[in-house]
């Protein structure tokens, strides 16, 4: 199982701030910037202001769906 503290280092190693857009985060994750959305609009992400997220939001919702965790590996590799 992946750890938080893990998915963090792997967030800011891909270029992800501290507060980051919906538009950043979809290059970093591999990801749509409909599936970032789609994750807000179920309450899964939380939103800091229109399309910002902060990072400890981002985390919680990657150890909740690790498989969204294999586009920041595949652009590590």
Do not use: F, H
Not at 4 to 27: F, Q, Y
Not at 37 to 63: F, M
Request: net charge positive; aromatic share 6%; proline share 1%.
């Amino acid at each position: 199982m992946v750890k938080k503290e893990c998915i963090r280092r792997m967030l800011v190693d891909s270029g992800v701030d501290e507060v980051t857009t919906t538009r950043n985060l979809a290059g970093a994750l591999g990801l749509s910037v409909r599936t970032i959305t789609g994750a807000k609009n179920k309450g899964e992400l939380k939103q800091l202001d229109r399309n910002c997220y902060d990072l400890d939001s981002i985390v919680e919702w990657l150890y909740a769906n690790p498989r969204y965790i294999t586009g920041i590996r595949r652009k590590q590799a």
